[in-house]
């Protein structure tokens, strides 16, 4: 009974970190710490450099999972343990879909092709169509809006028949 707990808390954990990863993006990577992931909007070819400002946040990230291994093994609360392993996942599926897959900085994965990956590419892409910290839209990775998994030209399709139809 108590892997099947552990291995519950595992799960929502990694679930729970992609509402956590969303809240970070919208109001704080696109809020306070604007300056560590400007740069991730506007990337700067010029400077050579593999990493990013922006990647400080993997250090923001690894502190918590970090502390939950060591409180998870240090204390009789075990479970705290899982959740840094929880927050590890994300972590690995975070960096494999939005560094390795999206961003290409690696050269795996660009074989993907089905309606869930091209549809996660629209999102990000749209969410990259703003080099500003405001009017951005699809913070989150995992969890994709449903107007994504149609074509770029229904959507934005959409969007102008919106404006079309609001009262000046």
């Known amino acids: 009974m108590q892997i099947a707990f552990y291995a519950f808390v595992t799960i929502a954990t990694t679930c729970l970190m992609e509402f956590v990863a969303w809240f970070a993006h919208k109001y704080v990577m696109h809020g306070l710490l604007w300056n560590w992931h400007e740069d991730h909007h506007k ?3 010029e400077s050579g450099g593999f990493f990013e400002k922006n990647d ?3 250090l923001v990230f690894a502190i918590p999972s970090a502390l939950s291994y060591i ?3 240090a204390t009789p609360q075990t479970w705290l343990f899982f ?4 927050i590890s996942i994300y972590g690995v599926i975070y960096f494999l879909i939005h560094d390795v897959y999206i961003h290409r900085r690696f050269p795996w994965f660009r074989q993907l092709d089905s309606r869930y990956s091209r549809a996660i590419l ?3 892409g749209s969410h990259h169509a703003r080099q500003t910290k405001e009017d951005c ?3 989150g990775l995992l969890w994709v809006h449903p107007k994504y998994f149609r074509s770029r030209r229904e959507w934005r399709g959409e969007k102008g028949k919106a404006e079309k139809n609001v009262p000046s």
């Open 43 to 45: 990337p700067h070819p």
């Open 56 to 58: 400080l946040f993997f």
């Open 137 to 139: 839209e699809s913070f």
């Open 83 to 86: 959740v840094g392993v929880g």
């Open 122 to 124: 629209r999102a990000h």
């Open 71 to 73: 409180l998870g093994s």
